[in-house]
């Protein structure tokens, strides 16, 4: 795909109201010139909000749909060219008590995107992912890895739609993140902190969706791509915001890890390395395949987690970067 392949596109992009689906909005408004982004989302006061927050702009069109609705999906994605899905249920906690909820929004709902997408011949579908589909330990990263595997999949057959994922860890200051919650907790003078081991992937939305729109232009259908992103111990988040409050340790949540997992050895095997990102090329390779140019084998052994990155954030570079957060 060539450079400025969103110009003159319309767009569907699902959960667009969320942290990902407002900064991809004004980041491809502002540098894209689309001719449509279409709005799905299920929350008509977060469709309110968030229209007027970017000023009635006329190339925005709001629908309410839950990607449960695979009727309702078609009906959007009618003449859309590209689909961005980013919607999802992701506290992890929450899911665990309500698991139909997160099968029917996370599974369900990306197998609705992918049949109307399909039927709508869209021309490419990325989906967002997250490192909690890696080795998931709870039902949310499950979720999330069968909703990977959907979207790859969705490539099999004889059809000109292109399917692939992207997959990072978390997104500095979105909602349910740790950032709003030591902001919350700095007022109230005390941090809570599972484990001072911990360590996570962390980029901000900026370069996440600049990360997806990159791989909307490069994409063939069936990659994986993995940013080069940098960690983060959660002890330097805290000293980013507030150094001096007061700390509680209070043990590892159920499904919680000390660290995260982008590409595991298995899947090393069947990645490519490029100068800033990794693609994680289809481990059962479907007919017509054509993988992206370039790139290089990994090592044997190779894996990437946030507990082997030797680039760490420190408090400083993470206050920086918090900057609009804090």
């Known amino acids: 795909m060539n450079e400025g392949y969103l110009s003159g596109k319309v767009i569907a992009l699902s959960g667009g109201t969320g942290s990902f689906g407002r900064t991809f909005t004004r980041m491809v408004l502002d540098k894209h010139h689309p001719k449509t982004i279409r709005i799905i989302s299920r929350g008509e006061v977060l469709q309110d909000e968030m229209e007027r927050e970017f000023g009635g702009d006329k190339r925005l069109r709001f629908f309410l749909r839950d990607v449960r609705d695979k009727d309702g999906l078609i009906r959007a994605f009618d003449g859309a060219d590209v689909v961005v899905h980013a919607a999802a249920l992701k506290i992890a906690p929450k899911l665990e008590y309500s698991p139909w909820e997160a099968v029917q929004t996370n599974i369900i709902g990306t197998a609705n995107v992918v049949t109307a997408a399909l039927q709508n011949k869209v021309e490419c579908v990325l989906g967002i992912s997250t490192d909690k589909a890696v080795r998931a330990t709870t039902l949310y990263g499950a979720t999330k890895a069968v909703a990977e595997r959907l979207l790859i999949q969705g490539n099999v057959g004889r059809h000109s739609t292109h399917l692939s994922c992207v997959r990072y860890g978390n997104f500095i200051g979105s909602r349910g993140s740790v950032v709003p919650l030591f902001l919350s907790q700095k007022e109230q003078g005390c941090f809570t902190i599972?484990?001072?081991?911990?360590?996570?992937?962390?980029?901000?939305?900026?370069?996440?969706?600049?990360?997806?729109?990159?791989?909307?232009?490069?994409?063939?259908?069936?990659?994986?791509?993995?940013?080069?992103?940098?960690?983060?111990?959660?002890?330097?988040?805290?000293?980013?915001?507030?150094?001096d409050v007061p700390r509680k340790l209070i043990g590892i949540r159920p499904g919680e890890r000390l660290s995260e997992t982008l590409i595991t050895e298995e899947e090393a095997r069947h990645t490519r390395e490029f100068d800033t990102f990794y693609v994680i090329d289809p481990e059962m390779p479907y007919w017509g395949y054509k993988p992206i140019e370039g790139g290089k084998s990994l090592p044997d052994g190779f894996e990437y987690a946030s507990n082997s990155v030797n680039d760490m954030l420190s408090a400083e570079e993470l206050k920086e970067k918090l900057k609009s957060c804090l």
Do not use: N, Y
């Not at 962390?202 to 997806?212: C, N, P, R, S, Y």
């Not at 909307?216 to 002890?235: D, N, Q, S, W, Y």
């Open 194 to 243: 599972t484990d001072e081991r911990m360590t996570r992937f962390w980029l901000t939305k900026e370069d996440g969706v600049q990360f997806a729109i990159d791989c909307l232009e490069r994409m063939h259908g069936g990659e994986i791509f993995v940013p080069k992103i940098p960690c983060a111990r959660v002890t330097s988040v805290a000293d980013a915001i507030a150094p």
